[in-house]
Nanobody, 117 residues
Framework: QVQLVESGGGLVQPGGSLTLSCAASASIFAIYAMAWHRQAPGKQRELVAVIPSGGRANYADSVKGRFTISRGNAKNTVNLQMNNLKPEDTAVYYC???????????WGQGTLVTVSS
């Protein structure tokens, strides 16, 4: 069953902003941390940002100062605010959740972000 659903991808010009959102289904396991990964064409999937319950967010060096991950007001939601986007940010972005039991993980289906003029 679908457990994570992303939204907010699209086409944006360099220097622009975009916000991605992810919502987990009500039946999902107890979530410890939520994160965003991305996979660019021909490259491996990489961690972009992660935010644990009650903890501090961590970011990939390539997005520090430009991206902000936050837990949404609704339970088990996470957002990724992306500012000053660059062409190299073009990728499919995936929402990810891991439970307090680390064997429990879930991935979203992915949303495409294209940064191009």
């Amino acid at each position: 069953q679908v457990q994570l659903v992303e939204s907010g991808g699209g086409l944006v010009q360099p220097g622009g902003s975009l916000t991605l959102s992810c919502a987990a289904s009500a039946s999902i396991f107890a979530i410890y941390a939520m994160a965003w990964h991305r996979q660019a064409p021909g490259k491996q999937r990489e961690l972009v940002a992660v935010i644990p319950s009650g903890g501090r967010a961590n970011y990939a060096d390539s997005v520090k100062g430009r991206f902000t991950i936050s837990r949404g007001n609704a339970k088990n939601t996470v957002n990724l605010q992306m500012n000053n986007l660059k062409p190299e940010d073009t990728a499919v972005y995936y929402c990810y959740a891991v439970g307090f039991d680390p064997t429990l993980v879930a991935w979203g289906q992915g949303t495409l972000v294209t940064v191009s003029s």
